[in-house]
Every structure is written in C-alpha cells, then in structure tokens.
C-alpha cells in the first residue's frame, strides 16, 4: 500500500476484544473502530488500520471490550430525585400513596432538570448512551438531555387526570404536538406520544393519540399489562383484556412500544405478533413491586422484538442497564424453565440493537458497523471481579458491574473518558440534589 491509500479520520479506538452485535453473536480482538465526525467509518484488525487510516487522535484500550453503547427503552428520568424514597409497596399503593402525593407536591421545571441531570450522568457512568424517558415537563427533559448531548426518546404524557404539566388530555395533547414539532427531525431527541396506561386514558385520548402518531410519525409508549390486577379489573369491567382493546382502538402497531407485558395469553401474543409492537422489558421493577415476569424467550420464539428498560430509580433503584441485563436473562431462564433461554449474546441484543429498532432506528443505532452513527462505549476488563477472561460476552452480562464502563461516545463525541463524565458538572450537581433532598424530607 503506498501513502496515497492513507484515509484521514478523527478518532481510532483500539479495542483488545469487540461484539460489534452484527454479525450475531460473535466477538473479536484486536480491532480498530474509526471515527470520522458522528459516524463510524470502518471496523477493520489493528494491523489493517496501520496501512489504510492516519488518525488525529488514537485512544488505545488493551484491556478493554468495545461495544455499542446501550439502549434503555423504558424509564422515568427525572424520578431519580425519589430514590429509595418509598419501597417494599405494591404497585397501587406504592403509586396512589406515594408516588403520586409526592409528584403533586414537587414535580416542576427545575425538578425535571435537576432530576434528569442526575439520571443522565448515572446512565452514562453505566454504558447508556440512549435513554427513553416519559415524565412531566418533556420539553424539560429534551433541551437538557439535548444540552448534554445524549440521545433520549422523549414521550409526553397522557393521561384522563390533571397533572402538574396539564389539565387534561386536550392540554397534554396540544403540549405534545408542539413538542413533536419542535424536536421531530434532531439528531439527538426523538419525541414521541406516552399514554400512561389502558387503566390511566379512556378511550377518545387514546384514538386521539394515535391520530397523533399517523400524522407526524412519532412513536407511542404506554404501561401495559403491567400486573394480574390491571388485566383481571379491565375483563370485569368491560369483558376485553387490555391488550385486546389497544388493538381495537388502533394503538398497537410496529410504531409502538408495549413496557411490561408480565401477563400474555395466547390471545395477547397473536395480537402483539400480528401488530409488530415492541416490548419493553423491565425486569427489575417487575421484580420489586412483585407485577408479575414477562416471558421474554416465549416471545422472542414468536418473533416479537424485545427490548430493555430500567423503569424509573424509584423502583428499581438504579439505571444501570448491565445489571438489569443480568437480571433479564436470570428471569427468562427461570420463567421459560430453560437454562439456554436469553443467552449473553442475546442479551446484549436486547440492549443495543433491539432498542434501536424499536426506535425505528436500526440502520443508524444499535451496533458497530461502518456507516452508523458513532454510539459506542467500552468496558474494562482488567479488575479482579471481571478476570480472567474467557468470553467478553459472558462477563458483560453476567459477571459485570456496570461502573466498569470506562469510556463512551455519543455522535463521535466523548462522553465518558477514564470513568470522568465529560459534559455534567458532577460536584455542582450533587450540591442540587442534596438540596432537593432536603426539601422532600422536610
Ligand atoms: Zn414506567
């Protein structure tokens, strides 16, 4: 090769092992990942990219494994701020005696920046570089996860009660329109329509917000069959599972985002394959308030795409997507009785590349190819809990801690360098949120 072959680029990564996620399944060593602005330029061994690339910046990780950076599909961003503030509840009275008093109570403008700040900088500490929220204030959220330079799927609430953000449904929809038209496009936020739940929004709304969706394209995120109870008191009340009235009323569709799904019956999984909705999975918080478990390899056999999410801090109580991932793939084994069901690779799917197609987003996000977007983060491998190394994939979901993330990049740009947050002023922060503490528990 002579000199003129030579490509300029912006950034190499030097990964000692690489799970680009596509192909499926596989892992390499010795890789170079070029980045050249927002995107990724090539994936080629180390060796090839000392002939054909000249760098302005090299960044060498010997001990590190590189990987697309995560997808948490499901969450409540700002809800960070009640961390640990009521536990060891079910879901109804977890909600209607805490959650819900204390939302009406605090929820504000700089509630949702302060509390989204504090999710984003724990998210970025721990592998996600793309976040689903729905919350109250979205336009909130949107300019500082915009400011920060993470990617987040922002819905708008909607629900039938007056809220904190809006009187009612007429109010939460104009809201959400303009949100819509204001972000739809961004590289980075992607807004979209969030009905609370079948339970929360009657049926006009939920007609209404699927109109919403026909016209501008964005995507709808709802709580469904969450629990036994939700589904037992919709069949009482109107004969119909919930699953059964979306359908009717037009909102599953493969633009569309079902989180839980801890109860499916045969009937509820014909229709979820038949619309191509998406599932989102929240095993943690699936777990803590005792829902019920989804089951997650069932419905992946039946051709259903399964992403993951955290939920929000307040019932998980971390955003670290690494640990839900084991948890997810513990649960699908016990559930399907089968110790092969949601394997590591899998998983790691379920996180990357499955987000981004339930995103709508698969030919930019969700794995290392040439060509997509520069989304990638890498873990260190070299701490005692993770050694040694057999398999890269194993240890990610099974054996990791998710504060062994190291480094990640979002649109080309660095956002966790050696474990130090680039773009959130942590120290300021704290200080933030300490005082949000006082205040809720005085
Ligand atoms: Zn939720």
Known sequence: MTADTITAADIRINARWLIPVEPFGIVLEHQAVILQG??????????????????RETVNLD????????????????????????????????????IWPAEGKFVSEPFVLDGTRLAMAEMLRTGTTTFSDMYFFPEVTAQVAHDAGMR?????????????WGSGPDEYLRKGAALIEQWQGDDYIMP????????????QPLKDAV????????????????????????????GKRPVTRMAEL???????????????????????????????????????????LCPVQKLMDHGI???????????????????????????AKVVAGDASALSAHRALEMATLNGARALGR????????????????????????LQPVYDPASHLVYSNHGRAVSHSWIHGVPQLQDGRLTRIDVPDLMLRVGEWRQQILS
């Not at 927002?38 to 760098?55: F, G, H, M, P, W």
């Not at 019932?315 to 793939?329: P, Q, V």
């Not at 698969?362 to 809990?385: R, W």
């Open 38 to 55: 927002c995107r990724i330029a090539d994936v080629l061994s180390q060796s090839e990219a000392d002939l054909k690339y000249r760098t």
């Open 63 to 98: 001990r590190h494994v590189v990987l697309p950076g995560l997808i948490n599909l499901h969450g409540h961003t700002a809800m960070s701020l009640f961390r640990g503030l009521a536990d060891d509840l079910p879901l109804m009275t977890w909600l209607n005696d805490h």
């Open 152 to 164: 987040a799927q922002v819905c708008f609430p909607l629900m039938d009660m007056p809220t904190v």
């Open 192 to 203: 979209a329509i969030g009905p609370h739940a079948p339970y929360t929004v009657s049926d």
């Open 211 to 238: 109109n919403l969706a026909e016209k501008t394209g964005a995507a709808i995120q709802l709580h469904l069959h969450e629990t036994a109870f939700e589904v037992d008191e919709a069949v009482k009340a109107s």
């Open 250 to 292: 037009g909102v599953l569709g493969r633009n569309t985002q079902c989180v839980h799904m801890t109860q499916i019956d045969d009937s509820d999984m014909e229709q979820l394959a038949h619309s191509g909705a998406h599932i989102v999975h929240c095993p943690e918080s699936n777990l803590k308030l005792a829902s019920g």
């Open 305 to 331: 795409n399964v992403t993951i999410g955290t939920d929000g801090a307040a019932s998980n109580n971390d955003l670290d997507l690494f640990g839900e991932l084991k948890t997810a793939a513990m649960v």
């Open 362 to 385: 698969e030919q930019e996000l969700g794995s290392l190819v040439a060509g997509k977007l520069a989304d990638l983060i890498a873990v260190d491998l070299s701490d005692p809990f």
